[in-house]
């Protein structure tokens, strides 16, 4: 997310470590973004389900 320039080549190419973390960063943001969408289905029902008596 974001804007970030892109070198037309690397300095040099990447080390096994951060090709490791790039992927872990990935991953962990695609979790996030997963429970974001599960909590906010969740809130939804929830308030649909908690108002309906009063309706």
């Known amino acids: 997310m974001g804007a970030y320039r892109v070198h037309p080549f690397p300095a040099r190419p990447p080390t096994s470590n951060q090709i490791v973390e790039s992927k ?24 649909d389900f908690l108002w309906k008596p009063m309706r």
């Not at 695609?30 to 909590?39: G, V």
């Open 24 to 47: 872990f960063l990935n991953k962990s943001r695609a979790d996030i973004q997963y429970l974001n969408i599960r909590y906010h289905l969740m809130k939804l029902w929830l308030d």
